[in-house]
């Protein structure tokens, strides 16, 4: 079934709104609800590994479905940047000796493994990964595929201060998004660390350690952990578990063995 003019007028709205500077998400997501019900009653969502429809509505599909991902990004809906994600990969793995080459394939792959790798999906990040149809070269060379295997390779490192400088190094803005998120992860997992191996830390070398630039963050940091903040000599004591007090019933010890020691008296 062709689009309906209104499917098209939508469409085009879609693309001017997405194109704006700044982008109108408010009017995108709109147009986006109202796209995707006129794609099903025209017959072209879901898409079909043996879909009948011609070459050119394809592209409208993977255009919206495109649009539609990077969108969820910029509005923080992870669970909708999966749904649209799901949506392509039929596009991109079924359809890559039909349909032209988009663009924005490769940006939303990387986002992909982006996100596999912040839901520490480490077996699905390998096999997405594999499962791209480029060559090893052509993948290190392509900067949205090797940002994230550049992460991956860091956070098994440890390396995280490396990760916490691949946000500045992020190919799109969208990258930022997920790299955010990384480093948030990176952060609890050294603040458990800090607590062990640290009674307290100058304020100054918390922040260091923490990658926190910002005076105010580091101190809604602690708060949220419990730590006590000494702002007069700019220190943070950390809040120990109370060790668990061992009792040693001592006088049931010694009756034991002295009636074992008359037992052993008795047999000898």
């Known amino acids: 079934m062709a689009p309906s003019q209104q499917l098209v007028k939508d469409y085009q709205s879609l ?13 995108c997501g709109e147009l986006l609800t ?21 070459v050119e509505d394809l592209v409208v ?5 495109e649009i539609g991902a990077f969108w969820s990004i910029r509005s923080k809906d992870i669970p909708s940047f999966d749904r649209y994600f799901a949506q392509l990969q039929t596009l991109y793995n ?3 000796t039909v349909l ?11 986002l992909n493994l982006i996100r596999l790798l912040t839901q520490n999906r480490i077996a699905d990040f390998h096999t997405t990964l594999e499962a791209i149809r480029l060559s090893p070269e052509a993948a290190a060379e392509n900067p949205y595929i090797a940002h994230p295997v550049a992460v991956e390779r860091w956070l098994m490192e440890g390396s995280y201060s490396k990760v916490w400088s691949a946000r500045e190094e992020a190919p799109a803005e969208e990258y930022r998004f997920f790299v955010d998120s990384l480093i948030g ?11 062990v191996a640290y009674d307290s830390l100058p304020l100054k070398d918390a922040a260091t350690l923490l990658f926190f630039t910002n005076r105010n963050e580091l101190l809604a940091f602690a708060q949220q952990r419990g730590w006590q903040i000494n ?38």
């Not at 019933?249 to 037992?263: D, M, Q």
Request: proline share 8%; net charge positive; glycine share 2%.
């Open 61 to 65: 599909v993977r255009n919206i479905l």
């Open 231 to 268: 702002l007069i000599e700019e220190t943070i004591t950390f809040k120990k578990k109370d060790e668990e007090k061992i009792v040693v019933p001592t006088t049931k010890l010694i009756s034991a063995n002295l009636a074992y020691a008359r037992e052993l008296e008795q047999i000898v």
């Open 100 to 110: 032209p080459p988009s663009p924005r394939e490769h940006p939303l792959v990387g």
């Open 94 to 96: 079924d359809y890559s």
């Open 34 to 54: 109202r796209l995707k019900v006129g794609l099903v009653t025209a017959g072209l969502l879901p898409v079909l590994p043996k879909s009948e429809s011609s």
């Open 15 to 27: 693309i001017r709104a997405f194109e704006s500077r700044p982008c109108n998400l408010k009017k």
């Open 185 to 195: 992860t990176i952060r609890n997992e050294i603040a458990s660390c800090e607590e």
